[in-house]
Nanobody
Framework: QVQLVESGGDLVQAGGSLRLSCAAS????????MSWYRQAPGKERELVAD?????NYADSVKGRFTISRDNAKNTVYLQMSSLKPEDTAVYLC??????????WGQGTQVTVSS
């Protein structure tokens, strides 16, 4: 059974930092591209960062967020710094198989206060 479990979300002041984790199980983690998305109330879900062979970032988080993965621990991370109120959202982890099908986690809430 595939599972993606996010953790690390919290309430933080603007300018602060958080590290999100997504623990994966039930599939061959190292073969999957991993992504972080976010969804704010009333807004569409947007890609924040992904990592397959290399890392890619949304323009809004470049230079502030870093995605990484530990294949030995089946975990992908999102290190977030210089957080802004507009970063407030539910952050979701996604796994994408080489054939294209995807799995999603339930998400973790990040709230940045001004």
């Amino acid at each position: 059974q595939v599972q993606l479990v996010e953790s690390g979300g919290d309430l933080v002041q603007a300018g602060g930092s958080l590290r999100l984790s997504c623990a994966a199980s039930g599939f061959t983690f190292s073969s999957y591209a991993m992504s972080w998305y976010r969804q704010a109330p009333g807004k569409e879900r947007e890609l924040v960062a992904d990592i397959g062979g290399s890392a890619n970032y949304a323009d809004s988080v470049k230079g502030r967020f870093t995605i990484s993965r530990d294949n030995a621990k089946n975990t992908v991370y999102l290190q977030m710094s210089s957080l802004k109120p507009e970063d407030t959202a539910v952050y979701l982890c996604r796994a994408r198989a080489p054939l294209g099908y995807t799995y999603w986690g339930q998400g973790t809430q990040v709230t940045v206060s001004s």
